[in-house]
């Protein structure tokens, strides 16, 4: 059922213009990157600060409501590229490990955001009146930091595998080459 979803979406005409372009799709690709660069590069100070590790000037309170509007930009652009990168290759993601792994750890990031989002993301006062970083505010870094991670290399790993070609419905410049469809001096005859 998720297969056939999967080929269906993609078949669509937008995602199949997505896919099949030469200049709209690495934009989205770069766009995506230059998301994560930011987005990525926030949580990380956001995360350096609540382990008191760095930006110990100023505030946990100033620094995590100073960052929050670029982050939620940042995600909303990750998110908005990621969707249409997946939609445009739904089947090819269908069969890698890489991916799946990194749906799994952004399923845990929204579990660890609903664990710690009262006592430490919206309590950040509290954080900043006691006489030391709470402990569950370094255990949410902390692990914010591994998740993250994490999903940054699943996502590097993303590009690593390579799709069973044979079961692939969806026809680009790369597959047609790959499997001999390619013609490369058809029309200039």
Not at 139 to 157: M, N
Not at 159 to 184: C, M, Q, S, W
Request: glycine letters at 8%; hydrophobic letters at 50%.
């Amino acid at each position: 059922m998720i297969l056939s979803f999967a080929q269906w979406i993609q078949s669509t005409g937008f995602f199949t213009a997505l896919r099949q372009s030469w200049l709209v799709y690495p934009i989205v690709m770069s766009l995506h990157l230059l998301g994560i660069a930011l987005f990525g590069g926030l949580i990380l100070m956001t995360d350096m600060r609540l382990l008191g590790l760095v930006m110990r000037q100023h505030s946990v309170t100033d620094v995590v409501s100073q960052f929050r509007t670029l982050k939620r930009f940042g995600l909303i652009l990750v998110a908005t590229c990621g969707i249409l990168m997946l939609g445009s290759k739904a089947e090819e993601y269908y069969y890698n490990i890489f991916f799946r792994l990194k749906i799994s750890l952004l399923a845990l990031i929204f579990i660890h955001g609903w664990i710690f989002r009262r006592s430490v993301y919206y309590n950040t006062l509290e954080i900043d009146q006691a006489p030391r970083i709470p402990p569950r505010a370094k255990l949410a870094a902390s692990l914010s930091l591994v998740l993250w991670a994490a999903i940054a290399c699943a996502g590097r790993g993303i590009g690593y595998i390579e799709p069973p070609l044979n079961k692939i419905h969806a026809r680009t410049f790369t597959i047609d080459r790959l499997v001999g469809f390619y013609e490369p001096n058809k029309g200039s005859e």
